[in-house]
């Protein structure tokens, strides 16, 4: 059984993850129409590789899925070991970026699990 400190913290946690992630959903659905409306398309479709250290298979699954429902974005595969995940997106001129997006994701599902 959670303590309850632990529980309302996993509550602030949870609520705090959602708006974070209709936020970033938000922006990427802006992006995604404003590259649609421009003239000319610049896309610069890629795949990353990208280091995981999610322990638990539902974060695991959870950040596979948010990644997935992200416009531009989809989750290709999960390496045996889970220690690696390919993205395919649609924008990957800056794959620094890239990297550093999927890593702030993974750190919130993180705090969730843990």
Known sequence: MMKPMKLLLKIVYSIEFLFFYI???LQANVELAWHIMRPKLHMAPG???????LKHDQALLLLMNMISMTPGTLTIDLEEDKKHIYVHSLFLSDHAKSMQQVKQLEKRIAKLFN
């Not at 795949?47 to 250290?53: A, D, E, K, S, T």
């Open 47 to 53: 795949i990353i590789r990208v280091p995981v250290g």
């Open 23 to 25: 936020l970033k959903v």
